[in-house]
């Protein structure tokens, strides 16, 4: 290989991205709505059901993150974009404060309010913003963006 050329990315683990990486923002905006939900009405199946959701968007970040750790920070150190880096780091800091959403969904549901509704915006706020830097950059060839 010359040195010149980019390394090519897997076909396969761009449809793995592709596939798997939408999964979790929908379970966390959902969480979202239902934190949103359960402030208003004080029904604890709100609460259950977002904490079920946080958990699942947890459980289905894995994979995407791992290839894109691979693909942006391994495969190609100098030709990854700077929006593929930034949106990468956007996930990691979205997946922590999921992290810490999810123990705070453990509590009593009385508990979660406002801070669950605070770390489910924080964690949408940051795939969203992540998701849009982008979305308008200019497209190389790199990972699939939906």
Not at 109 to 114: E, G, K, R, T
């Amino acid at each position: 290989m010359s040195p010149s050329a980019t390394p090519q990315r897997s076909v396969i683990a761009n449809a793995v991205y592709g596939v798997l990486n939408p999964i979790p923002f929908g379970c966390f905006v959902a969480a979202l709505v239902f934190d949103i939900l359960y402030l208003q009405t004080a029904v604890m199946l709100w609460d259950k059901a977002a904490a079920w959701l946080i958990v699942f968007g947890l459980l289905f970040a894995i994979i995407p993150r791992l290839v894109n750790l691979v693909q942006v920070w391994i495969t190609s150190r100098g030709s990854a974009l700077r929006a593929d880096r930034f949106d990468f780091w956007l996930n990691l800091f979205a997946i922590v404060a999921a992290i810490f959403n999810a123990f705070v969904h453990s509590r009593d549901a009385y508990a979660v309010v406002p801070t669950g509704v605070w770390l489910s915006v924080c964690t949408v706020a940051l795939i969203a913003i992540g998701r849009i830097v982008v979305a308008v950059q200019p497209s190389t060839g790199g990972l699939v963006h939906e």
